[in-house]
């Protein structure tokens, strides 16, 4: 299967974005090596803040979260899963799979050798991330999630089902307008064009079109199983847990509430529901969630 690798001029003077990249190689039984890609901002031995993105962006969604982190003494690590931002690109669907992924994210996560790590996670971050805390407990100090949910097959809301249509269904898979649709404030044209920025043609969206398509909706579809095994472990997380959601999301609206009720760890944490936040919230109160995230860690 060929592997696509976005030019590197497509990122060149994005709005907000001095990031250079990092890569580290990790392997995969069908498609041998690939390249993943990660932002990092602050000291090398910082407390690490693990940022994790969903669908269909990359880690330019915390260019608004990286700095405030770093300038706090954290090392902020927000990697580009496989198939998006600078990563390496699997051109054919069939590469994707909710267990490639969690693989590749493991793997990666394994590679950098991180410890009493702080999650935070949105999206298809969170459905990842989750698996990933299950997967290393061990390797995490606290998680923080955001419009996000560890989908076991239950029966999707009208607005997920809405999306996972439209994103089969439409000939051009516009990301800058998706996300744009996705806030509650707006995003603005440089913004948009750095959201297309890794896909220079549709054959680069094989990951974002596969994506909408993997959500667990059912209790026998690929992942559910396994994300009951990752709900096991977070119903004995004692570790803190903090849900910082959006107040307008219809995709994950309440989700929030069914983690304070599960997980342990989230009995008496300082729980926010963001004001004027879409899904994309990180682009509506980006400094906030930072804010929020950066005094947490210190009471926990």
């Given at each position: 299967m060929q592997i696509l690798r976005t030019p590197e001029d497509r990122f060149s003077g994005l709005?907000?974005?001095?990031f250079a990249p990092h890569h580290v190689d990790i392997t995969d039984p069908r498609l041998g090596t690939l390249r993943v890609a990660h932002a990092e901002a602050g000291p090398a031995g910082g407390p690490v803040v693990l940022c994790l993105h969903g669908e269909p962006t990359w880690s330019y969604l915390y260019r608004r979260m990286l700095p405030p982190?770093?300038?706090?003494?954290?090392?902020?690590?927000?990697?580009?899963?496989?198939?998006?931002?600078?990563?390496?690109?699997?051109?054919?669907?069939?590469?994707?799979?909710?267990?490639?992924?969690?693989?590749?994210?493991?793997q990666w996560f394994d590679r950098l050798d991180l410890h009493r790590v702080t999650l935070f996670c949105q999206d298809w971050g969170g459905l990842l991330g989750?698996?990933?805390?299950?997967?290393?407990?061990?390797?995490?100090?606290?998680?923080?999630?955001?419009?996000?949910?560890?989908?076991?097959?239950?029966?999707?809301?009208?607005?997920?089902?809405?999306?996972?249509?439209?994103?089969q269904r439409v000939p051009l898979f516009d990301c800058g307008w998706i996300v744009n649709g996705g806030t509650a404030r707006g995003i603005s044209a440089s913004a948009k064009a750095a959201y297309d920025a890794p896909f220079p043609d549709e054959r680069f969206k094989a990951g974002a079109r596969a994506f909408p398509m993997l959500v667990p909706t059912s209790p026998?579809?690929?992942?559910?199983a396994e994300n009951r095994k990752a709900w096991v472990v977070l119903e004995q997380w004692t570790k803190p847990f903090l849900?910082?959601?959006?107040?307008?999301?219809?995709?994950?609206?309440?989700?929030?509430?069914?983690?304070?009720?599960?997980?342990?760890?989230a009995r008496g944490q300082p729980h926010r529901l963001m004001q004027r936040a879409g899904h994309f919230l990180q682009e509506d109160v980006g400094p906030e969630l930072a804010e929020a995230l950066i005094g947490w860690c210190g009471q926990s």
């Open positions: 709005e907000d974005w001095p982190l770093a300038a706090a003494g954290f090392r902020a690590i927000a990697p580009d899963l496989v198939g998006f931002g600078r990563s390496d690109k699997p051109a054919g669907r069939e590469a994707f799979s909710y267990a490639a992924h969690v693989h590749w994210l493991v989750l698996r990933l805390v299950a997967a290393r407990p061990d390797r995490f100090a606290r998680v923080a999630v955001a419009n996000t949910w560890l989908p076991t097959g239950e029966p999707p809301s009208e607005a997920f089902l809405a999306w996972q249509a439209y994103s026998t579809m690929e992942g559910a849900t910082l959601f959006g107040d307008s999301d219809p995709v994950t609206a309440g989700a929030e509430r069914a983690f304070q009720a599960r997980v342990p760890g």
